[in-house]
């Protein structure tokens, strides 16, 4: 029963990572054609469906940790995973005004070339049981430049929309109300860009110590 459940959990994670990393590279793909073609201004358009579908289907991996079907600590994967859902569909998708701005070709380039590497390098390890030295490389090092580059872009979308915020009032909970509560979706940004540094270099120095550790076990190996 045990091998059962072990052979269902590994194909379930295998279709589930090449799944999703079909998705990222679809959005890649759009990403550097819609760029070469015409220019940033239209990267958003050109990519919306795939980015969302990518995106959201990463909340899958809360459940994974959450069940215990990774390794991967929750504490470590919902910060990240919020965070860009929370640009995705909190800035992107709510804010049409910030789509233009070349910061989402950053943004979607960083982000999908981080994940082409991840989902590639967990699907090969779960269809096989190994994934080849070199990916396992890029798995854990190219973070280096994707990271500053897509929290700054993050960072700087979120900023931009913040006029947008208070001039439309959009996700604000004003009083008097049955709930006797208030809630200001631009004060929540201002928060959200206020957790974004201190919460950006923990997750920095963590990928750090990961790699110390992945490297290292893999320098044993060989």
Not at 1 to 17: E, G, K, P, Q
Not at 19 to 26: E, I, R, Y
Not at 50 to 68: K, M, N, S, W
Not at 107 to 120: C, D, G, M, P, Q
Request: net charge positive; hydrophobic share 45%; proline share 4%.
């Amino acid at each position: 029963m045990a091998s059962f459940l072990s052979t269902v959990r590994r194909v379930y994670l295998t279709i589930y990572n090449w799944m999703v990393f079909v998705g990222w590279f679809q959005v890649l793909y759009l990403a550097l054609r819609t760029l070469y073609e015409t220019d940033y201004t239209h990267v958003y358009h050109a990519v919306e469906k795939p980015l969302q579908l990518a995106q959201t289907a990463a909340v899958l991996e809360i459940l994974h940790g959450l069940v215990g079907l990774v390794r991967s600590p929750v504490t470590a994967t919902l910060p990240q995973i919020g965070s860009r859902l929370y640009v995705t569909w909190g800035i992107l998708w709510s804010f049409p005004e910030t789509r233009t701005h070349v910061l989402v070709s950053s943004l979607v380039i960083s982000w999908s070339i981080t994940e082409i590497i991840r989902y590639s390098f967990f699907g090969l390890k779960e269809a096989l049981g190994f994934a080849p030295s070199w990916l396992l490389w890029l798995r854990y090092s190219t973070f280096f430049i994707f990271y500053p580059t897509g929290i700054t872009s993050e960072v700087g979308l979120i900023y931009i929309a913040l006029p947008y915020i208070k001039a439309s009032d959009k996700y604000c909970i004003r009083m008097p109300n049955k709930w006797n509560y208030a809630f200001d979706y631009f004060y929540a940004a201002i928060v959200a860009l206020g957790i974004y540094f201190p919460g950006g270099l923990h997750m920095y120095l963590y990928m750090i110590g990961q790699r110390k550790k992945a490297l290292s076990k893999s320098g044993k190996k060989d």
